[in-house]
Nanobody
């Protein structure tokens, strides 16, 4: 079982920025898809961003141009740089590591992001 630990969440004003981090071990993100998802109160978990093994990125339309997913050289850290935050970005953000053959992968415990005046 892959262990993932998210950090970096917090309270920010609209228009502000945050960077979320996801830590793992064994260079997992050099071999697995890295993903960020979020779940707002009363809503289902939704896709935010994905980074493939070949560094191909994919974003939800709602965050395209504002969020950036990246990985460090060791493959043990994945980041989500979030700019121009909006109140509707408020959610618990989850990191996901998924091997190519899996449809679900492993999840972290989540980190809360709250965007409010």
């Amino acid at each position: 079982q892959v262990q993932l630990v998210e950090s970096g969440g917090g309270l920010v004003q609209p228009g502000g920025s945050l960077t979320l981090s996801c830590a793992t071990s064994a260079n997992i993100f050099k071999h697995y898809f890295a993903g960020w998802y979020r779940q707002a109160p009363g809503k289902q978990r939704e896709f935010v961003a994905q980074l493939s093994i070949l560094d191909v990125t994919k974003y939800a339309d709602s965050v395209q141009g504002r969020f950036t997913i990246s990985r460090d050289n060791s493959g043990n850290m994945v980041y989500l740089q979030m700019n121009s935050l909006k109140p509707e970005d408020t959610a618990v953000y989850y990191c996901n590591a998924r091997p190519l053959a899996s449809v679900t992968g492993s999840w972290g415990q989540g980190t809360q992001v709250t965007v409010t005046v």
